[in-house]
Every structure is written in C-alpha cells, then in structure tokens.
C-alpha cells in the first residue's frame, strides 16, 4: 500500500490511464537521472507503443494541469509536487527491505535497546547511510512516560544518583546533593513508599500531583522527599535544552544535483542546525485518523508546514512514529523533493518496526 499523506485529494480521477502511466514513467525517470525527461526518450524507454509526438501531446497536457513542469528552455518535463503526490499516493510501487538490510538493523540495534540515547543516534546514522539522505531520529518525550521505579545509589555520603526509570525502557538519571550520610535502609524504605505511591502515573502527572501524593512524608531523614518537593521540574519534566534530535552526516545528501549550488546548502544546513525547528516540523500534528500504526507519511513541499525557516519548497520528509513503552518517538528522511520514495518508505518503516518497543504494562 503506497504511503499515506496528511493530505489526500486523489485527482488521478481526472485522468486517462494514458496519462496515469506517463505521468509515473517521468517520475521514476527523474528520481533516477535528475535531468528533465523528453518524449523521444520515453518513447525509446518505455514499452507504451506510442511515438515520441503523442508522449509529447499528453506530457504537455499534464504540464496544463500542474503535473508536470516546463524548466528553462528544455524539451523535457519535470515531476511538480503534485506530480510527486500523485506518483506517491497512486502510482509508485511497494518495495520492501532486503532480508540482508533487515538484519543489519536488527543486528546493529540490538545491542543498544537499553540506552536510548545511543539507539537514537545510531539509528538516523543507519537511515542517513541507507538512504543517502539525512537520517533523522526524535527520541520520545519522557514526560510522557509512565514511571516504573525511582532508584537511589549512593556514590559518597554526600551524593546520590537518581535513577529515573520509566516504562518503555527510557532512563533518566541525576546526581544530586544531600545533607548529611544515607543509611541504606533507610533509603530502600523511602524508595519504597516514593514507588508505592508515584509508580504507574506519568511523568507529568507526577510533576503536577507531587505535593499531594508524597507531602505527608516531608519528614524523611535521606533528602529524597525535599529533593522531590523543592524540585520537581528537575526530575519530572523535559529540559528545554534536552537532545531529543539525532542526524546522521549531510555528506550524502551534499552529493545530490539538488545540493551543487552554494544557497542550496547554506539552506538546509542552516534549517539542521535549528533543532527545536525541526522537530516542530517533523511533530506537526497529521491528521492521524488516516494513518495506519506503523505506516510511513509521505510529506512533499509545503503539506506538512512548520517553522519560517524551513525550505519547504525544495524538499519532502518521510515520518513514521515508533513506540517505546506508553510514550512515542518519530524515525525521519529528509531528502529533496527527487527521492526514491518506495526506498525511503520502506526503510522509514524499517526503522521504526525495529525501535518499537511495545508497552509491558500488561
């Protein structure tokens, strides 16, 4: 099933199979030779049976109705992102991952399930590498997550380090000051009351609800409590400045036509560095009653919007949500608008089958 997009308009109705088999032939041939497709090429190429002057005629009147485009003085024609939309949404085969590709993801992952940071970064290098595009993962929001246990070790008699545990296998941890030596009885019963009460709620909620779950054990002799009554937005909630975006190399994606004149990279080199911006864009609400779990949205040009800064013209984005626990992250390419779509779809929802991680709350 071709990928889905947070728009769906299907104006393929209007046209004639002559034209829905053209208008695919231009662009599969202008993903794979960046150069404007003509007549007489399709016609030697292609097995329509048709001369080069009737591929002609129905190539311009798909350029009427905004399908295609005319550059410069060629003679040949170039997908617009209608053109791609309609290719994407009607037209373009499935294609799915090599049993070889799949293992490699699964082999070069694997072992790093339990630190999210590092599987969040090897993961866009993975996509960067496979798509020889930019490979972007976001890691889940924890304030979203749902808190499996609070743990305390202690590294001297004056420090601890708090281990945040939150279902899905997310991990925070802090190293915090306290006011005199902590027995570890006396740290395990704490604990043990601070789980008893907050475990099973959502990080956010916690932050919300603290006071009045845990205020009556205010009196504690660890400094657990006060530290998680003087602080609770240190412990609960997501730091402005927390690194939840991870991008692979731009060396790829540098080495495409798109990408040979200096504005061009000044450009996206410029919107990568933002990093708040592009999660904005790659977390703008879809509409997501039109996507299946697991399935890979497809957004060409303007469709998915954003921030100011992001050159929505020139390029498309591939998403795919994936799920650690109760909370979710996002598995991205961001390539020009001449990609190979079924390639990126396929990997986009590789990708994010191998980071899922479902909820063990049952």
């Known amino acids: 099933m071709p990928a889905r997009s947070s728009m769906r308009p299907d104006p393929t109705n209007d046209l004639t199979s002559r034209e829905r088999e053209i208008l695919r032939l231009v662009v599969k041939s202008f993903i794979h030779t960046a150069g404007p497709v003509g007549s007489r090429y399709l016609s030697k190429q292609s097995s329509l049976g048709l001369s080069a002057a009737s591929i002609r005629n129905t190539m311009s009147d798909l350029e009427e109705q905004g399908y295609l485009d005319h550059p410069y ?9 209608l053109g791609y939309r309609v290719f994407v949404d009607q037209l373009m085969e499935s294609s799915q991952l090599t049993e070889m590709e799949k293992q490699r993801l699964v082999r070069e992952l694997e072992r790093m399930m339990g630190d999210t ?59 915090v000051e306290v006011e005199s030596t902590v027995r570890r009885d006396d740290l395990d019963r704490v604990l043990s009351l601070i789980n008893e009460r907050l475990a099973g709620l959502t990080l956010e909620e916690i932050r919300r609800t603290y006071a009045d ?29 927390a690194k939840r975006l991870a991008l692979s190399s731009a060396q790829h994606l540098l080495e495409q036509p798109e990408f040979q004149e200096p504005e061009a990279v000044r450009e996206i080199v410029q919107f990568l560095e933002d990093e708040a911006g592009v999660i904005a864009v790659l977390e703008s609400r879809l509409d997501r009653t039109l996507i299946q779990s697991g399935e890979a949205v497809v ?20 998403t795919s949500e994936y799920r650690r626990g ?16 079924a390639r990126v779809v396929a990997l986009v929802e590789g990708m994010a089958a191998c980071l899922d991680n479902p909820s063990t709350s049952d």
């Open 326 to 341: 109760d909370t979710s992250g996002t598995v991205a390419v961001i390539g020009p608008m001449r990609m190979d779509y």
């Open 117 to 175: 940071d590092q599987l969040v970064r090897e993961s866009s290098r993975l996509l960067g590498q496979l798509s020889s595009l930019i490979g972007v993962v976001v890691s889940p929001r924890l304030s979203e997550g749902v808190l499996e246990r609070l743990e305390a070790v202690p590294l001297s008699s004056s420090r601890l380090m708090v281990v945040i545990s939150v279902r899905g296998g997310l991990v925070r941890t802090l190293i």
């Open 213 to 241: 779950r845990i205020g009556d054990l205010r009196d504690d002799e660890t400094g657990i409590i006060r530290l998680i009554l003087n602080e609770p937005d240190r412990l609960f909630s997501e730091h402005p400045q």
């Open 73 to 81: 003085t060629s003679a040949g024609r170039i997908p617009t992102a």
């Open 299 to 318: 957004s060409i040009g303007r469709e998915r919007g954003g921030t100011v800064d992001y050159p929505a013209d020139r390029y498309s984005i591939v």
